[in-house]
Structures are given as structure tokens and as C-alpha cells.
């Protein structure tokens, strides 16, 4: 057989696939995507769907954007693919824009996926602080590699063998779901303190990191109280450990500012891009102080790869940061994100299954539940309405953890218009309906 794209119909489609692919998790949607546009992918019928998850959280400019695809030729043309020790002009033009961006993050290494620059991150931290422990949060997501992975717990810890040596977690503030109560209010303050007394307990005297989300997305959208950032950071400097932050989903405007740590008027030692900054194509960053760089090339910091300072992926960067700016979607990600959240309220008004709408921007939670007072998960009516907006034009993603119901990460394109989020409104309130 040639090498050449599947062509034949809709059975033989699906009978290819079982054949020669490799199942790497949850079940593959029943419709073959054919091309997508701004807001909407096509299947092979021709039938328009909404994509309320930016493809994998990723397209924020919307499907295969007329300027993303003008740079993506062009370069394809000029300058694609180099040796690694080779520089070109967008590489470090991306690295000098991003820095600007981000004061006291100057330096940037760039990568292809979010676990590879959390790889990068924390095998810096660990360079830099001469340490090897690793603390994340409980319900984090942050990589499917190594150290990645091993940091990831909300998920994939079972099967492949031992997670790194001195890997810890602590619990991640949940307002909707408390553990620890002062005077009848959520007391995330006394949870962070009891949570680092059982680290230091636990600890050899070697911590090197802290990772974290802003909002943790796979662990169902859970938005870190204001202030927990400040509060977490001092509690690394306290132990001489490295703050770094995931903003894979959470960056480049998505919630309303550009970074999300904007917000809590913090800089992280170390700050990962991923997924946004290509708009969904494959582009990574790690941004450093100059400090930190400059003590980890003394102590020989390696990280080569294929890919590193690619120059195609690093012009669509440029690009992408060019048109947030230009565009004002970070702006765009507030107002829409506001429509989008009074809707999601409105819907939590009619549907007693609806437990919590959260989030920031154009990055939402809402959780499915089977009894409001209680907060008892209703998984399966969350794949059920999951599916029902398929069958409606809709597409969602639910994340299903233990512990929690379905809890749907709703994150349309930054160039989603009014009508695209009332028309995701209108079917996911049919849906939720036609589930009861």
C-alpha cells in the first residue's frame, strides 16, 4: 500500500483505525473530521460542529487562521527545520518577545509540546537548586514523559512502573468542595499550612520545585483562590525551592490577561507555554530569569533535542502573540468569557445538575451533579449530556474524576463571536434537558 491519506468510506475508515492504531486513552468520537474553520470542525457529511475546546485547549485564534496559515507556508518555503546549535531570526525574535512580555523572565528555550518544557523546567530546577524533590498538586495534569509525569496525578500513575524518586503532592484548593472551614468559610490558608507541615515531615531535606496550574484544568477546572499564588511562593522561598507554573491552558489571554498569574501580581521562577502559544500547532517555551539561566549554564544544564529552536514553530509564535496583542483578545477572552459564565448561571438556574459554574475568562468549569446539596457526582449523566450535544452540533470535553462529577472544560477560540457562544448555550441547555 502507498503512503498517502485514508480516502475509502466511512466502514473501511473505521476498520483502518482498529487495525493500526494504537488506543492512547478514552474512547475516539464516531465522526471523521474532514476540515475545521474558526469556531467549527467538519466531518466527513459536511456537518458543522462547534468546538467549545479549541481542538486539545489549544486553538485560541479558532481553526487554521488565514495568518497562521499565510506564516506556516511562508516558512515552509524559506526555513522549516535546522541543526540544533543553528539560530534563525524568529527564534530569537520569539524568545525576545516573549521576555518582554514577562519582566524578570528574559531568557526562553523553546520546545514542541507542554511535557517536554515541563521536562525542561524541572530538570532546570533541579540543576539550579542541586536538589531532586517535586511538588504538584493532587488533581494536576502536567505531562505524559518522565518527570512530567510523575508530577501529574490526576491521572496515568497506574502501570508504568515507579514514579520518580521524591515526587510529593498536597491537596489543591477546592471552593466548591472545602476541606478545611473557618466561621462557615473555605480556609485554604490553614489547608496550605497543614499541607506543608506534611511535606517538611515527608521531605529529605531536598526540595527543588513546586509545579503548578494556575487553574487546573484536567483536575476539573479548579481555579486557585486569589492570593494562593503570593502565599504558595512564600512558601517556596521559605524552603528555597523553585515556583514554577503550567500555563499551558491558562496563557496567551485565555483567561483575560495574558498570564494568568498576572492576576495575583506574582512572577514564577520559571514559567511554562505551551499548547496557546502555537495556537494549537506544536510550540513550547520555558522562560527563566537571567539569574537562574546564567547559574544553570555554570552547572552544565543539558537539554538537546530534535526540535529545540526550530524556526517554522517559532514564527507561528511570533504571529500568534502579534494578533493576541494586535486583537486585544485577551480583552475579547473577558467579555465573551463573561457572556459565556452568566450562561452557564443561567443554565445552573433551570437545571438542578448543574452544581458549579467556575473559572476565568474563556477557561470554564461546570460540574454535573446528582444532588446539589449533597455534591454527589453524576458521571454518567455527564458523558450522557457529553454526548447529546454531539448529536447536536456541539462538541465537549468532560473530565471525570473520582470524587467529583462530570465536570465540563468549556474553552471556545478567543475569536469566538456572541452568536457562536449563544448558539453552544442554546444546545447545551437541550441537551442537559434531554438527559432527564
Known sequence: MSAKPH??????????????????????????IERAQGSFVYDSTGRAILDFTSGQMSAVLGHCHPEIAATIAESARTLDHLFSGMLSRPVVGLAEALGSLVPGL???????????????????????TGKYEVVSFAQSWHGMTGAAASATYSAGRRGAGPAAVGSFAIPAPFPYRPRFEKNGQYDWRAELDYAFDLLDRQSTGNLAAFIAEPILSSGGIIDLPEGYLRALQEKCRQREMLLILDEAQTGVGRTGTMFAFERDGVVPDILTLSKTLGAGLPLAAVLTSREIEERAHERGFLFYTTHVSDPLPAAIGLKVLEIVQRDDLAGQARRMGARLANGLRALQDRHDCVGDVRGRGLLLGMEIVRD??????????????????????????VVQLPGMGGVFRIAPPLTVSEAEIDLGLEILDAAIGATQ
Open 372 to 397: 446539589r446539596a449533597t455534591k454527589e457526582p453524576d458521571d454518567k449523566r455527564g458523558a450522557a449530556i457529553t454526548n447529546a450535544c454531539m448529536e447536536r452540533g456541539l462538541s465537549m470535553n
Open 106 to 128: 528574559e531568557r526562553a528555550l523553546l520546545l514542541s509540546t507542554g511535557a517536554e518544557s515541563n521536562e525542561a523546567a524541572l530538570r532546570l530546577a533541579k540543576v539550579v
Open 7 to 32: 480516502t475509502s468510506g466511512a466502514k473501511e475508515f473505521w476498520n483502518a483505525a482498529r487495525d493500526h492504531l494504537i488506543r492512547y486513552g478514552g474512547e475516539f468520537t464516531p465522526h471523521i
